[in-house]
């Protein structure tokens, strides 16, 4: 039986994107954004509307195909009507143009999706702040390719999700080719100065202000190294390049998007203090972002897969990954035994149990597979679904057939039972 999407009133099932176009003006000042978004779908199943994911920014007009159309925009949805029905398989374009003053959506779990900082912008919008920015099918399990063309004041610096494909004047051009879900597409606008931490095995290209420069490049020293160690345990780093931006403001926690993380200045403070964040972030390109959880009640595939990967690093820097967890452990142990890891509640997907005890999961399942087995299973995930979907019982599934001995009940117990098992 299939299970109801934890957030079934985002996105729609009836239509996945190829493509984003979105093309955008925005000023810092004023905090105003005028966009025209033209947007690439193809029809799953038959269609007399299509409904977006869209927040409270004006729309000015609509295109489909091409042709002025009939719509309504309310209750963070845009229903468009194309004046006939879409057979299955077929492909449409709806253009959307619309302005406003940008501001982040309202949920469980805050404000999220485009922020005005004191100088400048920035977009985190896990999980479903994409729509307070453009209109999209806000759901984690349909990917697309992305363009995206910002112009701002000439001042401003633009980093947005992808490869730099131009810059010219106040304009600035990026491509992002590889499937990606909307929640992982990301603007960032300020007044940053450029820094590159290595060209191989792919560019790590950084956006930093002026006066966090000299404390970055210590902060972020080891990210080179951290990449080749991951990319050794996990398998090829899945997208062309990986960019850092530290924003010039404090951030409550660092934010991932598609082959790009951002950091809040209180992240950087010159004895590497958050290093561990680092690690974490970097993870996400494998866990979360290349594979991404289906649906979010899976999100342990995310957050528990990069916690895990912190203590790995700190396993590859010569301390005892499993002294980080049995102080995991230990600490889970005092904290009520009421969050099932399957299957967490949406109000608790990003509980901190949840990271924890994802990460002494793996822990348990390396230890009863041996190592090799092990990362042979991790390398083989992430290839055989990369830049695509996931599911907790298609991990079980992998692990199964890569381990000697029956994994299955102890994935159930850490999986499926609240209380916390022994380690």
């Given at each position: 039986?299939?299970?109801?999407?934890?957030?079934?009133?985002?996105?729609?099932?009836?239509?996945?994107?190829?493509?984003?176009?979105?093309?955008?003006?925005?000023?810092?000042?004023?905090?105003?954004?005028?966009?025209?978004?033209?947007?690439?779908?193809?029809?799953?199943?038959?269609?007399?509307?299509?409904?977006?994911?869209?927040?409270?920014?004006?729309?000015?007009?609509?295109?489909?195909?091409?042709?002025?159309?009939?719509?309504?925009?309310?209750?963070?949805?845009?229903?468009?009507?194309?004046?006939?029905?879409?057979?299955?398989?077929?492909?449409?374009?709806?253009?959307?143009?619309?302005?406003?003053?940008?501001?982040?959506?309202?949920?469980?779990?805050?404000?999220?999706?485009?922020?005005?900082?004191?100088?400048?912008?920035?977009?985190?919008?896990?999980?479903?702040?994409?729509?307070?920015?453009?209109?999209?099918?806000?759901?984690?399990?349909?990917?697309?390719?992305?363009?995206?063309?910002?112009?701002?004041?000439?001042?401003?610096?633009?980093?947005?999700?992808?490869?730099?494909?131009?810059?010219?004047?106040?304009?600035?051009?990026?491509?992002?080719?590889?499937?990606?879900?909307?929640?992982?597409?990301?603007?960032?606008?300020?007044?940053?100065?450029?820094?590159?931490?290595?060209?191989?095995?792919?560019?790590?290209?950084?956006?930093?202000?002026?006066?966090?420069?000299?404390?970055?490049?210590?902060?972020?020293?080891?990210?080179?190294?951290?990449?080749?160690?991951?990319?050794?345990?996990?398998?090829?780093?899945?997208?062309?390049?990986?960019?850092v931006v530290v924003v010039d403001e404090e951030l409550d926690v660092p934010v991932e998007a598609q082959a790009m993380s951002i950091f809040g200045s209180n992240h950087v403070d010159g004895r590497r203090g958050s290093e561990r964040l680092v690690a974490h972030e970097l993870a996400h390109q494998w866990f979360g972002n290349s594979v991404t959880?289906?649906?979010?009640?899976?999100?342990?595939?995310?957050?528990?897969?990069?916690?895990?990967?912190?203590?790995?690093?700190?396993?590859?820097?010569?301390?005892?990954?499993?002294?980080?967890?049995?102080?995991?452990?230990?600490?889970?142990?005092?904290?009520?035994?009421?969050?099932?890891?399957?299957?967490?509640?949406?109000?608790?997907i990003f509980d901190d149990r949840v990271y924890e005890r994802g990460a002494l999961t793996l822990h348990a399942l390396r230890m009863a597979m041996g190592d090799g087995a092990f990362f042979r299973l991790l390398r083989e995930w992430t290839t055989a679904h990369r830049h695509s979907t996931a599911t907790t019982p298609d991990f079980v599934s992998?692990?199964?057939?890569?381990?000697?001995?029956?994994?299955?009940?102890?994935?159930?117990?850490?999986?499926?039972?609240?209380?916390?098992?022994?380690?």
């Amino acid at each position: 039986m299939r299970q109801q999407s934890y957030l079934d009133a985002h996105g729609d099932d009836g239509y996945s994107v190829l493509r984003y176009d979105l093309h955008l003006d925005y000023r810092p000042g004023a905090n105003r954004l005028g966009g025209r978004a033209v947007i690439t779908a193809v029809a799953r199943s038959a269609l007399n509307s299509v409904s977006l994911d869209f927040g409270p920014l004006r729309v000015d007009r609509i295109l489909f195909d091409g042709k002025a159309v009939r719509y309504a925009h309310r209750l963070g949805k845009l229903r468009v009507r194309p004046g006939r029905v879409l057979a299955v398989g077929e492909e449409f374009t709806v253009e959307v143009r619309y302005a406003g003053v940008p501001r982040p959506n309202r949920g469980h779990w805050g404000e999220i999706g485009w922020t005005q900082l004191s100088d400048g912008a920035l977009v985190a919008s896990q999980p479903t702040g994409a729509s307070s920015w453009f209109p999209c099918n806000d759901r984690p399990a349909d990917k697309a390719a992305y363009r995206i063309s910002v112009t701002t004041a000439p001042s401003y610096t633009v980093i947005a999700s992808g490869t730099l494909v131009s810059h010219t004047g106040s304009t600035w051009v990026y491509e992002q080719p590889e499937p990606t879900s909307p929640y992982l597409v990301s603007v960032q606008i300020g007044r940053y100065v450029s820094a590159e931490l290595a060209k191989a095995p792919v560019r790590q290209p950084a956006a930093v202000p002026a006066r966090l420069l000299r404390a970055f490049r210590n902060d972020f020293a080891n990210q080179p190294r951290m990449l080749k160690e991951f990319s050794r345990l996990f398998g090829p780093y899945p997208f062309t390049e990986y960019g850092v931006v530290v924003v010039d403001e404090e951030l409550d926690v660092p934010v991932e998007a598609q082959a790009m993380s951002i950091f809040g200045s209180n992240h950087v403070d010159g004895r590497r203090g958050s290093e561990r964040l680092v690690a974490h972030e970097l993870a996400h390109q494998w866990f979360g972002n290349s594979v991404t959880a289906s649906d979010w009640r899976h999100i342990w595939l995310h957050e528990g897969f990069a916690t895990y990967a912190e203590w790995l690093w700190a396993e590859a820097d010569g301390r005892s990954c499993h002294a980080l967890a049995q102080r995991s452990h230990a600490k889970l142990s005092l904290l009520p035994q009421d969050l099932t890891l399957s299957a967490p509640g949406v109000r608790r997907i990003f509980d901190d149990r949840v990271y924890e005890r994802g990460a002494l999961t793996l822990h348990a399942l390396r230890m009863a597979m041996g190592d090799g087995a092990f990362f042979r299973l991790l390398r083989e995930w992430t290839t055989a679904h990369r830049h695509s979907t996931a599911t907790t019982p298609d991990f079980v599934s992998l692990a199964e057939a890569h381990s000697a001995v029956d994994v299955r009940p102890l994935l159930g117990v850490w999986l499926d039972e609240a209380p916390l098992p022994p380690l």
